[in-house]
């Protein structure tokens, strides 16, 4: 008898557990993915678009401090830039790389992390990797990550994003960037900039090393077992 399991790549759960900075006075949107189509980066800054033009109803100070991060390289960072600038948003929107040391501190400051996945239809062939002709997110690290650090979650339900991020995240179709913006107004921006949120801790639990650790150590068993 055979069989399949997954496990879960873990993290660090204390490294992310930092308290929210005290100092934060804006909103910033986390959007942490390489840059590529399929993340929907290009949604997140229509989003944007569509609250700093009043499309959205929300708090007009929230609005006016409202910044977007797009954390990642990648082959979309040229369109990505021009199209933040044709949506007269260039002066709130940073993108570039940030070093994984610094990402707790990131958490720690962020209003909500946004990924806005989209499905991929489309043959491609990676280095090492096996041909592919149709592509849904997967394990999203940043996801788990921002659970640990109390972050709200604003998410496309893509792939297995559902699976990780579970029932307290807030989730939209992909593709659907208003329901990004109104997501975004009536979550964190209905609040103080940065404020936390609580995920359950059996699900945190299972994201983190020892847990990781454990599966892998009970899949050894059961083949040797089994052999």
Do not use: N
Request: with cysteine; glycine share 10%; aromatic share 6%.
């Amino acid at each position: 008898m055979t069989g399949v399991q997954t496990c879960a790549l873990p993290i660090y759960l204390e490294r992310f557990a930092q308290p929210p900075a005290a100092d934060v006075r804006e909103h910033v949107i986390l959007s942490p993915a390489r840059l590529e189509w399929e993340k929907g980066h290009h949604d997140i800054l229509r989003a944007v678009g569509a609250l700093k033009r009043g499309l959205v109803p929300a708090p007009r100070d929230a609005v006016d401090g409202l910044r977007l991060m797009i954390v990642g390289a990648g082959p979309e960072e040229k369109r990505l830039r021009a199209h933040a600038a044709e949506l007269g948003i260039a002066d709130a929107v940073a993108i570039g790389r940030v070093p994984y040391d610094e990402m707790p501190a990131l958490y720690s400051r962020a209003s909500a992390l946004v990924l806005a996945s989209l499905p991929r239809s489309g043959c491609s062939l990676y280095p090492g990797d096996i041909p592919r002709c149709f592509w849904e997110e997967q394990f999203g690290m940043v996801l788990a990550e921002a659970m640990a650090a109390g972050v709200p979650l604003i998410v496309s339900t893509s792939g297995a994003i559902p699976e990780v991020a579970g029932r307290e995240a807030e989730y939209f179709a992909p593709g659907d960037w208003m329901s990004i913006a109104r997501a975004i107004a009536q979550g964190p921006l209905s609040r103080p900039p940065a404020t936390p949120v609580e995920y359950p801790s059996e699900r945190l639990e299972s994201y983190s090393v020892e847990a990781a650790a454990g599966r892998i150590a009970g899949a050894f068993d059961r083949v040797l077992e089994g052999g």
